[in-house]
């Protein structure tokens, strides 16, 4: 099992009773609600806590991208990730997860911005690219009926200008450049590693297991139930392209608190991932599901169950249950993400070891229990050859 | 004039016009009164088209992307739908049409008119989105939950509750959320206005009514109702009271009675 560490720097100073008057802590959250004095103590402070983990052994950190919220203080990612590039143990990976293609203006500056980073760190990137989720749209005034249309062609412009000799004309729909001609070119030959963090929706692991890609998947904030199913839809995608997806191309991304007994981590774990799920994940549907973000079809299922993400409270120990949070000794989560591996077959584990209003000092004790504790005993487990199907079904 | 109108069950028929199977209801006899119907969709045959149709042949179409008509390849923005009208217009062999346009539909009439007039007698706007004015604060339509809608939309507490009220089965849940992608196509970025429009609405040569709900939420009578007036060139302003944005539904008599009027005015002329 290979680990990373994933930060989402909320703004974790920020008032709880917001939402008594406040639908949601992203778009129209006024920032009056954001103090900069705290804001860059954070900063610095989630900073250190990257580059911590990547001293004790994880193979990798990421960061990612959300604009106008409290959820996530990253609107630029790859300027996290500049920051870190130097700072960093020299051998740990940046997952940058990931660029919010859509809805940002110039794709080739993303391909260049990437390309910069390849160099400095040579090669230690890894590009995310994502849609960004709903509120981004409202956020950043970009059609969400473009959505699926402006991914696909600035990837394969990105992919382009990456891997093609410049210069070069792109006529597409959407982006018209007389002259790509990229420098620097990627160090990282043909081009950097592409992961795609999704919510699962069948046409993004289409995307991503189609046999010209073979991305990493990576399933973000879903049940066991469903990430099991995601893992083996992968796979079923890449069985029928005639090839056998490796666990490799397959990651869980996943909250997890480890700490010396179950007692202790559940003490020590419970106000701060309730406060993830109830404030900072707080979005009305309106919100979330922009018209045309998804298929229409994919829209209604989606608002029948949209209980997940915007319903109504949920504790830490109904999300320990779902399968969203795992927390424990460190046996109980060795354990915990052995069964998961055996059951949905990933190689990858994006720990989300701060969540929340979580503070500096657990948070370092929970990536050092981690590191010390859990990333040994797993370091060699290996999902079975075969997944059983049946698992995937439950 | 009271409404005495019957409630009269319009001819639906589907015409293909551009590669767009598009769904067109029908009724009366008369010269040719075309309405394009606002983002909430339309389909609908309410009592005041059907007394617009005692004097009309009133055409209603669902616009291209809404309802039960297709959403074509080329569907991609306000042009696109403007070029259909006119497209529509000729198909149907309309000749001397007053058109009518409520909210989207008045911006699509609008956008319609500055490109050609040729085929239209006269123009009545209700609420009609496709104009900016800097500095006016409008809601965000798209982040508004159902019931907030149903509450800006309607000044008359009796048709919020009315709207609260409806129970949408699975087909009218597939059509909500049909007009809803059609609206943000058209509509999510510049938001409900096209930046250009103003430069050419000295094209719309034929009489224009403009019609306002006094307390629209969604679009506020002041300053909207007086800047489109101020800029066509042969305009008549209405502000009805109490209304909301959807004047022809909350003031129908006097609606009606404002269009009719303004019809037999400039004809006669």
């Known amino acids: ?394 | 004039m009271p409404d005495t109108a019957p409630a009269v069950t319009p001819r639906e028929e589907f015409v293909t016009v551009t590669g767009c199977r598009t769904l067109v209801l029908r009724s009366g006899e008369g010269p040719p009164l075309l309405f394009l119907h606002g983002a909430g969709g339309g389909g609908a045959w309410q009592p005041w088209i059907a007394r617009l149709a005692r004097r009309h042949a009133v055409i209603a179409p669902e616009l291209p992307g809404f309802g039960r008509s297709d959403t074509p390849e080329w569907f991609e923005n306000i042009h696109d739908v403007a070029y259909f009208v006119l497209d529509l217009m000729e198909a149907l062999d309309l000749r001397g049409a007053q058109v009518m346009g409520h909210s989207l539909g008045g911006w699509v009439a609008a956008e319609a008119a500055v490109r050609s007039v040729e085929r239209m007698a006269g123009l009545t706007l209700i609420g009609p989105a496709g104009l900016h004015v800097r500095g006016v604060p409008k809601p965000d339509i798209f982040l508004m939950t159902p019931e907030e809608m149903a509450r800006a939309r309607f000044h008359d507490p009796d048709l919020v509750a009315a709207a609260l009220a409806e129970v949408q089965d699975d087909a009218a849940l597939d059509r909500a959320l049909k007009n809803r992608f059609a609206a943000a196509r058209l509509m999510w970025a510049p938001r409900g206005f096209d930046p250009h429009l103003e430069k050419w609405l000295h094209r719309i040569t034929v009489p224009t009514l403009v019609v306002w709900g006094a307390q629209d939420a969604i679009l506020p009578a002041e300053p909207y109702a007086a800047h489109w007036a101020s800029l066509l060139p042969r305009a008549t302003l209405r502000v009805l009271a109490p209304s909301g944005h959807s004047p022809q539904l909350e003031q129908a008599d006097a609606f009606c009675d404002a269009l009719e009027s303004f019809i037999a005015g400039s004809t006669s002329r």
């Open chain 1, 1 to 394: 099992m290979r680990f990373f560490f994933f930060h989402l720097m909320p703004y974790a100073d920020l008032d709880p009773d917001y939402d008594r008057l406040h639908k949601s802590s992203w778009v129209t959250l006024p920032n009056a609600y954001y103090d900069p004095v705290k804001g860059a103590d954070l900063y610095h402070r989630y900073l250190d806590e990257l580059e911590y983990a990547a001293a004790l052994g994880f193979e990798g950190v990421g960061v990612n991208e959300h604009h106008q919220n409290a959820y996530g203080l990253m609107p630029c990612p790859n300027v996290f990730a500049g920051m870190l590039a130097r700072r960093m143990a020299p051998e740990a990976k940046i997952c940058i997860l990931g660029r919010a293609l859509p809805v940002l203006a110039n794709p080739l500056s993303i391909a260049e911005e990437y390309a910069v980073l390849d160099n400095v760190t040579r090669g230690r990137i890894i590009a995310g690219f994502v849609r960004g989720i709903g509120a981004e749209y409202h956020s950043l005034a970009v059609n969400p009926t473009e959505s699926h249309g402006r991914f696909h062609e600035a990837h394969d412009l990105i992919l382009a200008a990456w891997t093609r000799p410049g210069p070069f004309t792109w006529d597409g729909k959407y982006y018209h450049f007389p002259h790509v001609n990229l420098w620097p070119r990627a160090y990282q030959q043909p081009h950097p590693p592409v992961w795609i963090p999704s919510q699962g929706s069948r046409e993004t692991i289409e995307f991503a297991a189609d046999p010209s890609r073979r991305y990493v998947y990576l399933q973000t904030a879903a049940p066991a139930a469903t990430l099991f199913r995601t893992m083996q839809s992968y796979r079923d995608e890449a069985g029928r392209h005639g090839y056998r997806a490796s666990p490799d191309q397959l990651g869980w991304s996943i909250k997890i608190y480890v700490a010396e007994t179950d007692a202790i981590a559940r003490a020590e774990a419970k106000p701060h991932i309730e406060s993830f799920a109830n404030k900072f994940l707080r979005m009305p549907q309106e919100m979330l599901l922009p018209p045309g973000y998804t298929s229409p079809a994919s829209m209604k299922a989606l608002m029948l169950s949209r209980r997940t993400i915007t319903g109504s409270h949920r504790t830490m120990e109904q999300m320990i249950e779902q399968g969203t949070f795992v927390c424990g000794a460190p046996r109980t989560v060795i354990d915990q993400l052995a069964e998961y591996q055996q059951r949905g077959g990933f190689n990858i584990v994006m720990a989300g070891l701060h969540f929340g209003t979580l503070p500096h000092a657990l948070t370092m004790k929970n990536i050092e229990i981690f590191a010390k504790d859990v990333m040994p005993a797993l370091r060699d487990a290996l999902p079975p050859t075969e997944v059983a199907r049946g698992a995937a079904a439950e």
